[in-house]
């Protein structure tokens, strides 16, 4: 379900009001209701939700309702950014559209949410036991901050009071008690575990070989191959900050000449002559293949005289100023600093661990296991969209098509899930 797009639908709830009013920092998940309707709650002349409930609902999940309220302050809370990494940049965008579609992904993992605290509901345990575990967790709290005082004040730091909170805690137990037993980690209320997760194997030696066989670097790297690498450092040198591409070619020079001779470390000279400041902390590139380094060669240096000079350097050496190029205005490389390279060092290439390594061989089986989660949560999410009510009818409609079940696995087929890329190093 995370690959869901449903536009046409969340276009429609946005048009209803949900980026019209400015966000709020530090509002409460769960606000009050207004003592009147507030008419920008009500949708659009286009919309088509033709909302009659009032009070900026913009979605019906079970017995959960998702206010508009509740969307914007999840946005800007950074609530979800654990499993939306991209958030911080959407949030702080000032692209309307881009804003847009985080509250789009906001919506979409709040409903996620819902779903999973619908089924932590539907597997029957006691509300006498999750009272316990709530109340609990509040007296925890009054331990830890001196009292029920100083816990409400606590609280009220965070946007809830003690009763919000306790929905909000009671809610986050039947979401992570119904993910447990999804995916065999818990039994569920007859003390029973209804997923087996062991791992064959066979099918534990057929990821092996799929991955040590694979035709991308990135998979081979999960099986502890790795290829030639280089280490490089690096001295940036702004033509903006230098005033000039004269002035920064002397000053390069004269740093590329004091290296060679000894009498200064490419550290150094990152922390005494990079401009702009912020760029210093990249005066040392994570190791790079020789795929990595021409690929940089082409997109920030314009040409092929960085990956020559890297590919025929010997540890030690320092390059000729080399001319840093990036994207501009149509997407033109414009000219931005002068570099100067050291190759530290070239790390030789390492073949793949072998299948009896018995640590490889638990990284194997929680890398299968964690895909096998992933594909058990998606699939129950689906079930449980199909059977529990949701307004407006096209926001299901939109979430239950069919690319919304893609990659999940089916217990039971003995197939082996999709390889999870490698850890090839990124280009800076």
């Known amino acids: ?33 207004p003592s009147a309707p507030d008419e920008t709650d ?21 017995r959960h309702l998702i206010r508009r309220n509740d969307v914007l302050a999840a946005f800007e809370g950074g609530y979800f950014e654990s499993v939306l990494p991209e958030l911080g940049d959407l949030r702080r965008a000032t692209d309307p559209g881009l804003r847009r579609r985080g509250l789009e992904k906001v919506l979409i993992e709040m409903l996620r949410d819902h779903l999973k605290t619908e089924g932590g509901r539907l597997q029957g345990f006691g509300q006498d036991a999750i009272d316990a575990m709530v109340d609990r967790r509040i007296a925890d ?3 830890d901050y001196g009292g029920a005082a100083g816990a409400s004040e606590r609280l009220r730091g ?21 993910e447990r037993m999804a995916t065999g980690r818990a039994p569920g209320p007859l003390g029973r575990v209804n997923t087996d997760r062991f791992v064959p194997p066979g099918l534990l030696a057929l990821q092996y070989q799929n991955l040590a066989s694979s035709p991308r670097a990135e998979d081979r790297a999960t099986v502890g191959e790795t290829p030639r690498r280089y280490v490089l450092e690096q001295t940036i040198l702004g033509l903006a900050e230098y005033r000039s591409v004269e002035r ?26 990079t401009l702009p400041q912020e760029r210093v902390q990249d005066w040392r590139i994570d190791p790079l293949s ?6 940089l060669a082409r997109s920030r240096f314009d040409g092929t005289e960085m990956a020559a000079w890297v590919l025929g350097a010997a540890p030690g050496d320092v390059s000729p100023p080399l001319l840093l190029s990036l994207p501009g205005p149509g997407g033109a490389l414009r000219p931005r600093a002068l570099v100067v390279m050291r190759l530290a060092e070239v790390l030789p290439p390492q073949p793949a661990r072998r299948f009896e390594d018995q640590g490889l061989q638990a990284e194997l089986t929680r890398s299968i296991q964690a895909d096998w989660d992933e594909a058990r949560v998606e699939q129950g999410l689906y079930e449980l ?27 039971g087929t ?15």
């Open 1 to 33: 379900m995370r690959g869901m797009h449903p536009v046409s639908l969340l276009a429609s709830v946005l048009a209803a009001g949900l980026v019209a009013a400015p966000p709020v920092l530090g509002q409460s998940p769960t606000p009050p209701p």
């Open 42 to 62: 009500r949708p659009g002349p286009s919309a088509e939700l033709e909302f009659a409930l009032g009070d900026g609902v913009v979605a019906v999940v079970g």
């Open 141 to 143: 709290l009054q331990r």
């Open 158 to 178: 965070s946007g809830y009071d003690p009763a919000s909170f306790g929905r909000r805690h009671e809610e986050m137990i039947l979401r992570v008690t119904w």
């Open 248 to 273: 920064a070619q002397e000053v390069a020079e004269r740093i590329r000449a004091e290296i060679l001779a000894g009498g200064l470390t490419m550290e150094r000279a990152a922390r005494e002559f």
């Open 290 to 295: 020789e795929p990595q380094v021409r690929a």
């Open 385 to 411: 969209l199909e059977a529990t009510y949701v307004y407006p009818p096209q926001l299901k409609a939109d979430l239950l098509r069919k690319d919304s079940r893609a990659g999940a696995q089916p217990q």
């Open 414 to 428: 003995g197939a082996a899930p999709a390889p999870r890329a490698g850890g090839a190093a990124g280009v800076r």
